[in-house]
């Protein structure tokens, strides 16, 4: 396998990652969002939390 072929795995593995940490940080922010909004009915709130959560899932930030 020579170096070319070796960063081009690397990328497309960094990339899988970035989309499924991405994808997964957007389905738990939206869970959390059905559940805030069906327990409390704070619609504002609820909406805040799930903006703040996809932003993180967007910017990779725990």
């Not at 070319?4 to 990652?17: F, S």
């Not at 709130?45 to 993180?56: L, N, P, S």
Request: net charge positive; hydrophobic share 55%; proline share 2%.
């Amino acid at each position: 396998m020579d170096l070319v072929a070796v960063i081009e795995t690397v990328g497309r593995a960094i990339d899988i990652a970035g989309v499924a940490v991405i994808a997964i940080g957007a389905l738990v922010a939206t869970v959390l969002f059905v559940r805030s909004f069906l327990s409390r009915h704070l619609t504002e709130d609820a909406y805040r939390q799930y903006r703040r959560g996809m932003g993180r899932a967007i910017l990779l930030r725990p």
